[in-house]
């Protein structure tokens, strides 16, 4: 099988994470995308960051009525910093006999060469990364910059921040999230207090 990666926080998970999914999954072939919730990420604030098992809880409502996408939750389970070199290790073994490709947008890979272990990464997986509004693939200035799949997606501009910072202001984030995940913000009551 051909297996996606989709690494991030998720907090939450939002219409552009699932275009960006879809389009892989189109262009590239993939049979299954799996989404990796991090516990903690490395490179994000986490003044804001719900728990990650709330964060999980709103990625399998997100991917409900995909067959092709699937949560995958060893990150979250681990309940310690999330490196993605940790994550293609364990996922290479676990699909030992699978193709794996790693999904980024533009504005990640542009730091790819930041991450841990870079260069083992590329070497588990291939590495696949959408355009995003703002973002070019001149952007990435680094050794793994040529050897990246590019794919396309609508360039819409939608993110986790902005609709946190909608729902803490009593905005509708309608058409923004999936309606499962919509709900489920309403209903528990997320995001409306922001840390400061």
Not at 75 to 102: C, G, K, M, P, Q
Request: charged content about 20%; hydrophobic content about 40%.
């Amino acid at each position: 099988m051909n297996i996606g990666i989709y690494g991030g926080t998720f907090n939450p998970p939002h219409l552009g994470h699932l275009l960006l999914a879809q389009s892989a999954a189109d262009q590239l072939g993939l049979d299954v995308v799996l989404f990796v919730p991090a516990y903690v990420s490395p490179f994000k604030n986490h003044e804001d960051m719900l728990p990650a098992a709330l964060r999980c809880e709103m990625v399998e409502l997100a991917l409900s009525d995909n067959r092709k996408f699937r949560g995958e939750y060893w990150e979250a389970l681990r309940e310690e910093t999330s490196y993605s070199v940790d994550t293609v290790r364990y996922l290479a073994e676990r699909y030992a006999e699978d193709t794996l490709f790693l999904l980024m947008g533009e504005d990640t890979f542009r730091d790819f060469h930041l991450w841990k272990n870079p260069e083992v990464i590329a070497g588990l997986a291939h590495l696949c990364v959408a355009g995003r509004p703002g973002h070019s693939p001149g952007d990435a200035q680094h050794a793994f910059a040529d050897s990246a799949q590019r794919f396309t997606m609508p360039l819409v501009e939608i993110s986790s921040t902005d609709i946190r910072q909608r729902v803490a202001a009593g905005a509708s984030i309608q058409y923004l999230v999936p309606w499962t995940v919509q709900i489920y913000i309403e209903s528990q009551g997320l995001y409306r207090n922001p840390r400061s």
